[in-house]
C-alpha cells in the first residue's frame, strides 16, 4: 500500500510539471503582421498575454522564447517611465 501511494504520488507531480509546461506555451498570443504609421512593416509574431507580471515575459532574462529560441535580455527591475499624453 505504501508503494501504491508513493508511485501515485510520483506520477501526480509528473503530470502536474507537464501542464505546468504546456499552460505557459499556451498563454501566448499571436499577433498578425501589420505596417506601422510610419510605413514600417512587423512580421506576425507571438507575444505573452498581458499580465501584471514583469517576470513571465518572453523578453526577461531567464526566460527563453519557445517560438524562437532567444533567450530574454531585458531586466524585470528596470523602472520604465510612463507615457503621459
Known sequence: MR??????????LII???LANISSVEAAQKVKGYIKK???YVAPH?????NKS?????STKG???PYT?????VSPF????????
Open 63 to 65: 526566460n527563453i522564447n
Open 69 to 73: 529560441g532567444k533567450k530574454g535580455a
Open 38 to 40: 510610419n510605413g514600417t
Open 78 to 85: 528596470k523602472i520604465t517611465p510612463k507615457k503621459y499624453r
Open 16 to 18: 502536474s510539471f507537464a
Open 46 to 50: 507571438f507575444k505573452t498575454s498581458p
Open 3 to 12: 508503494k501504491f501511494i508513493l508511485c501515485l504520488s510520483a506520477l501526480f
Open 54 to 58: 514583469k517576470f513571465d515575459n518572453f
